[in-house]
């Protein structure tokens, strides 16, 4: 994880919510062709599920930071 873009986001009130981390989940189950509850179901299996929600809202975090970034540039 990006210490400054971290910082950044907590400066700058950048979020996840439950409904940007459910998107992206059915988004990445759509590359594994099946839907996000057999994703869910296949990485609660695997006792992966938490640590790949984190990875996903870490992700989108640091995407936003950087839209952020991007879109207040002088």
């Known amino acids: 994880r990006d210490i400054v873009l971290a910082k950044v986001a907590e400066v700058e009130g ?3 919510s ?3 981390t459910d998107a992206k989940m059915a988004d990445m189950a759509k590359l594994y062709n099946m839907d996000a509850d057999k ?3 296949e ?3 695997a006792k992966n ?3 790949f929600v984190e990875n996903l809202k870490i992700d989108i975090e ?3 930071t950087i839209d952020f970034l ?3 540039v002088k």
């Open 14 to 16: 950048i979020t996840v």
């Open 18 to 20: 439950d409904e940007e």
């Open 39 to 41: 994703l869910k179901s």
């Open 43 to 45: 990485l609660v299996k």
């Open 49 to 51: 599920f938490e640590n």
């Open 62 to 64: 640091l995407q936003k």
């Open 70 to 72: 991007v879109a207040n």
